[in-house]
Nanobody, 129 residues
Framework: QVQLVESGGGLVEAGGSLRLSCTMSGRTHTLGVVGWFRQAAGKEREFVAA????????HYADSVKGRFAISRDYGKSTVYLTMNNLQIEDAAVYYC??????????????????????WGQGTQVTVSS
């Protein structure tokens, strides 16, 4: 079991920045990948970014490439999502997910809509114009 707690959400003006944190506890030594997802009102949850727990390889959705950066602090069992140049369409509840899958299987599971793993409770990001 792995427990995840997201934090760092809030209200920001368009063009601004936020850094989200996902702090984990439990059997973190079994993790393969940690990812960030978001769900806007009335829309389905979508993939944002993921990082390999072992070697820090990263993956990004096209919509956030060049603006968002995912990173991890192994010693603190924490994954960060640094979001720059936030736009109105970035407003959503952001969720952290952790799984013991290898990165290629994790990304395949996302594409097939079959991702499981452990989820946090989410943190709200609101972007004003």
């Amino acid at each position: 079991q792995v427990q995840l707690v997201e934090s760092g959400g809030g209200l920001v003006e368009a063009g601004g920045s936020l850094r989200l944190s996902c702090t984990m506890s439990g059997r973190t030594h079994t993790l393969g990948v940690v990812g960030w997802f978001r769900q806007a009102a009335g829309k389905e949850r979508e993939f944002v970014a993921a990082i390999s727990w072992a070697n820090e390889n990263t993956h990004y959705a096209d919509s956030v490439k060049g603006r968002f950066a995912i990173s991890r602090d192994y010693g603190k069992s924490t994954v960060y999502l640094t979001m720059n140049n936030l736009q109105i369409e970035d407003a959503a509840v952001y969720y952290c997910n952790a799984d013991n899958l290898a990165p290629n299987y994790y990304m395949s599971a996302i594409q097939q809509g079959q991702l499981r793993g452990f989820w946090g409770q989410g943190t709200q990001v609101t972007v004003s114009s």
